[in-house]
């Protein structure tokens, strides 16, 4: 599967921004998915997952309350909604797919997108 990400940028602090991945090459419902970020001088981290029905999900603890993920698999679409943003959030935001697993927070998921900067500004 191939991932687009889109909808970063740059924010004020307590803002909102709301990231796009659109997927491409095989059934999108059969994945599980997942948002990653990493940040300068950081080793990627996990931010939210979702299962492939979309009936789970599950974040870190340091958006928890503040993001929000979704999916649409009619339009092959994973979403994440971000607000009350701080700058502690700014990082590259990376979306994956994982077609071995229902439910997947793990760090080996098969396919990255490119990624999309996320900047917040304080």
């Known amino acids: 599967v191939q991932l687009v990400e889109s909808g970063g940028g740059l924010v004020q602090a307590g803002g909102s921004l709301r990231l796009s991945c659109a997927a491409s090459?095989?059934?999108?419902?059969?994945?599980?998915m997942g948002w990653f970020r990493q940040a300068p001088g950081k080793e990627r981290e996990f931010v939210a997952a979702?299962?492939?029905?979309?009936?789970?999900?599950g974040y870190a603890d340091s958006v928890k309350g503040r993001f929000t993920i979704s999916r649409n698999n009619a339009k092959n679409t994973v979403y994440l909604e971000m607000n009350s943003l701080k700058p502690e959030d700014t990082a590259v935001y990376y979306c994956?797919?994982?077609?071995?697993?229902?439910?997947?927070?793990?760090?080996?998921?098969?396919?990255w997108g490119q990624g999309t900067q996320v900047t917040v500004s304080s």
């Open positions: 994956a797919a994982d077609s071995s697993h229902y439910y997947y927070t793990g760090p080996d998921f098969g396919s």
């Open positions: 979702i299962s492939r029905s979309g009936g789970s999900t």
């Open positions: 090459g095989r059934t999108f419902s059969g994945y599980a």
